[in-house]
């Protein structure tokens, strides 16, 4: 039986042999990969680094000509209210005195921060030229505000009113405060060497040339450096040298602060008037007082609100600086790119005792 079992065991397995000898050799199929090493879909993407990047956020500095200064301050929530509207960062940096050498080395270090854009009021309109060329030539935008870098060292200048304007409405101011009868004026201005001061005091001396201002006489121009001590003491030296003397124009906002507190604080008023250009809240107690009765200013804050609305148009590529050219300003509206390369702010107010508590700057 076992023996039966084993033969018929090795008849089939012979058989099997025999059937697969004579069978046709079949083609290999080909192997697939396996799926593990196919590429995933998203992969024929490009990867995510090299996707455009958001754009990068804009940083912009305000640089005054000194800080501590209440006009500045004023304009700065000007730019800080802009800041918020158009989304962007302002910084604002500047030294504590009114001096060129410092504004320069400030705007070097700026300059390789790489901000994106600087506005600038200028302590010297030469000085600062290079510089601002600079920044420009490093893709920087630049605008000067108040006070004008040089043409070279600036794409645009936002001019807080036409000087010729300012110039006149203070010769008119201290024509009203002498009197039919005229008298001597003194100019109590910033630096010497300030731009836009030196502007309205070469225009003021063109103005006073009229026949109605015959009976005003210019005595001196001093300069108290924008510092609130200096201009008080060259305020004293000036009703020393001139007891006779009528009206004090100081054509700065520290200027004609510390010259009405020495009217006052000499208990000289409606003897000497002061007159020129000043903010409302400081000058709130001297308007009231009588020692400076009337001076006039634009609104600071919305110079600086322009002042980077303008900057933002330049650094976005919305204009590039061409006279002509038109952008809008948030609440201030359209503003034009004049051929002169400047942008107007608007003309000036007179601020008195009618109108003093009007205003919120």
Same mark, same amino acid.
């Given at each position: 039986?076992?023996? *039966? ?21 079949? #083609? ?13 879909? $998203? ?30 301050? @004023? ?9 918020? $509207? ?6 604002? &940096? ?18 390789? &921060? ?8 200028? *302590? ?35 001019? &807080? ?58 005595? #001196? ?19 020393? @040298? ?9 054509? #700065?906002?520290? %200027? ?28 709130? $107690? ?54 002169? %390369? ?15 508590? &009007?205003?919120?700057?």
């Amino acid at each position: 039986m076992k023996r *039966n079992l084993l033969v018929f065991t090795l008849v089939l397995t012979i058989f099997a042999m025999l059937v697969g000898a004579c069978a046709p050799t079949a #083609t290999p199929t080909p192997t697939q990969p396996p799926a593990a090493t196919q590429p995933p879909a $998203e992969a024929t993407q490009p990867p995510a680094a090299t996707q455009p990047e958001a754009e990068a956020a804009r940083t912009y500095v305000l640089v005054p000509k000194n800080l501590g200064n209440p006009y500045f301050d @004023t304009a700065n929530k000007g730019a800080q209210e802009a800041a918020k $509207e158009l989304g962007v960062t302002v910084l604002y &940096q500047g030294s504590s005195v009114a001096d060129a050498t410092e504004q320069i080395t400030l705007i070097n270090s700026l300059i390789a &921060q790489k901000v994106s854009g600087l506005a600038i009021s200028a *302590n010297d309109a030469d000085a600062l030229a290079p510089t601002g060329k600079a920044a420009i030539d490093a893709g920087i935008p630049v605008v000067s505000w108040d006070s004008a870098i040089a043409p070279e060292g600036r794409i645009l200048h936002i001019n &807080q009113a036409d000087a010729a304007g300012i110039a006149a409405v203070q010769i008119q101011m201290a024509a009203e405060l002498a009197g039919p009868d005229g008298g001597k004026i003194a100019i109590l201005s910033a630096t010497s060497t300030a731009p836009n001061q030196n502007t309205w005091i070469a225009l003021m001396k063109e103005e006073l040339k009229k026949p109605e201002y015959a009976k005003l006489e210019l005595v #001196t121009v001093v300069y108290g450096d924008d510092q609130d001590e200096k201009s008080y003491n060259e305020a004293l030296g000036l009703f020393k @040298t001139y007891p006779d003397l009528k009206v004090i124009i100081a054509p #700065t906002t520290v %200027g004609i602060a510390a010259s009405a507190r020495a009217v006052q604080d000499q208990g000289l008023i409606g003897k000497v008037f002061v007159t020129g250009l000043g903010t409302r809240n400081q000058m709130r $107690e001297y308007v009231k007082s009588g020692a400076a009765p009337k001076f006039a200013l634009w609104n600071p804050a919305d110079l600086g609100y322009l002042s980077i609305y303008a900057l933002d148009a330049l650094a976005t590529g919305t204009i590039e600086g061409k006279p002509g050219e038109k952008f809008t300003a948030g609440k201030l509206g359209e503003y034009t790119v004049l051929d002169d %390369g400047s942008v107007l702010l608007g003309p000036p107010t007179v601020f008195d005792a009618n109108n003093i508590d &009007q205003f919120d700057f």
